[in-house]
């Protein structure tokens, strides 16, 4: 049986993730900026992602990476990594700007 431990970050994770996701809908563009600049450095300086490692308690094992070999998936943990950590941000800070600046 998982422990309250686990359930706590998951659920934590979801609902982070979700407001991240939506984030260039309500916040700032400036402050999407900010939220992908202490993602970086959290990985740097944490090396890797806190919330990760309170659930799971190792740094090797990445949040998609766990759920997506879960469900059946068996993606290229290196790729993965560069699509969340470069593509996903980038793609924040793309649509927040659009958003925000290009079609106001």
């Not at 890797?48 to 998609?64: A, D, M, R, S, V």
């Not at 059946?72 to 943990?77: E, I, L, S, T």
Request: proline share 3%; glycine share 6%; charged share 15%.
């Amino acid at each position: 049986m998982k422990s309250f431990r686990y359930y706590f970050f998951l659920v934590l994770h979801i609902v982070l993730l979700i407001a991240w996701y939506t984030s260039p809908f309500y916040l700032d563009w400036r402050i999407v900026i900010l939220t992908v600049v202490l993602y970086h450095f959290q990985l740097y300086y944490a090396k890797g992602c806190l919330i990760t490692q309170g659930q799971f308690g190792k740094q090797n094992e990445g949040f998609y990476y766990h759920y997506l070999t879960k469900f059946g998936f068996h993606p290229d943990k290196k790729k993965l990594s560069f699509v969340l950590d470069y593509i996903i941000p980038g793609m924040m800070i793309v649509l927040a700007i659009t958003l925000q600046v290009v079609l106001k």
